[in-house]
């Protein structure tokens, strides 16, 4: 059974800093990139972040481009999610999720076939 597990996510002032974790079980990251999205309520899955299963492409959205920076450990099958310059917007609850081998979707849930639970993230102004 594939998990992902996601932590990491608190309340932090605007301007602030957080990490996230992305934990997998049953499945082995490296054969996949990986993603992160994020969800406010009453709002679509927003698209976050991608990297390819080296490592070595990454693409953000523009929102967070500059402030967040995705990794990967496939040693440890963790993907992380560094944000700084935290702002109010960025409040959600964020989801890593393993994707598909359809890179045309990197961008879009529907182009991942794992999620997990999520983690909260609150920024107060």
């Known amino acids: 059974q594939v998990q992902l597990v996601e932590s990491g996510g608190g309340l932090v002032q605007d301007g602030g800093s957080l990490r996230l974790s992305c934990v997998v079980s049953?499945?082995?990251?490296?054969?996949?990139?990986m993603g992160w999205f994020r969800q406010s309520p009453g709002k679509e899955r927003d698209f976050v972040g991608h990297?390819?299963?080296?490592?070595?492409?990454?693409y953000y959205a523009d929102s967070v481009k500059g402030r967040f920076s995705i990794s990967r450990d496939n040693a440890k099958n963790t993907v992380y999610l560094q944000m700084d310059s935290l702002k109010p917007e960025d409040t959600a609850v964020y989801y890593c999720?393993?994707?598909?081998?359809?890179?045309?979707?990197?961008?879009?849930?529907?182009?991942?076939?794992?999620w997990g639970q999520g983690t909260q993230v609150t920024v107060s102004s």
């Open positions: 990297i390819s299963r080296s490592g070595r492409s990454i």
């Open positions: 999720a393993i994707g598909s081998h359809d890179y045309t979707k990197y961008d879009r849930p529907g182009g991942y076939d794992y």
């Open positions: 049953g499945h082995t990251i490296s054969s996949n990139a």
